[in-house]
């Protein structure tokens, strides 16, 4: 094959056929691409929305429950506790006055 002489115009027009040809080849990939990076920004907005949705449940949830745990601390608060020492003299005396009385005793 003889040695063919490629001017620079020539050359510009085969780099220019290279760039359009892969343009083209990508150009489909690019659209689908775009295309699915569409419905995965859907599926994120979808997503967003329904970890708000779920967020909601769980703060409501949880002010319920510290609602109710309020209620049961000031029930809690509102108790009078007896002393072991107040109990001890208590089960005495209700023995001796068990004992006086000719009451038998349950324990």
Same mark, same amino acid.
């Given at each position: 094959?003889?040695?063919?002489?490629? !001017?620079?115009d020539?050359?510009?027009?085969?780099?220019q056929?290279?760039?359009?040809? !892969?343009?083209?080849?990508l150009?489909g990939?690019?659209?689908?691409? $775009?295309?699915?990076?569409?419905?995965?920004?859907?599926r994120? $907005?979808?997503?967003?929305?329904?970890?708000?949705?779920?967020?909601?449940?769980?703060?409501?949830?949880?002010?319920?429950?510290?609602?109710?745990?309020?209620?049961?601390?000031?029930?809690?608060?509102?108790?009078?506790?007896? !002393?072991?020492?107040?109990?001890?003299?208590?089960? !005495?005396?209700?023995?001796?006055?068990?004992?006086?009385?000719?009451?038998?005793?349950?324990?």
């Amino acid at each position: 094959m003889a040695n063919k002489k490629i !001017t620079i115009d020539d050359l510009a027009i085969m780099v220019q056929k290279g760039f359009d040809e !892969t343009n083209e080849k990508l150009g489909g990939r690019m659209d689908k691409l $775009d295309g699915r990076m569409d419905k995965l920004d859907g599926r994120m $907005d979808k997503l967003d929305g329904r970890m708000d949705v779920l967020e909601k449940k769980v703060d409501d949830g949880f002010s319920h429950v510290e609602a109710g745990l309020d209620a049961i601390n000031k029930n809690i608060k509102e108790l009078d506790f007896v !002393t072991k020492d107040e109990f001890e003299d208590l089960m !005495t005396r209700v023995k001796y006055i068990e004992a006086k009385l000719g009451i038998k005793s349950g324990k």
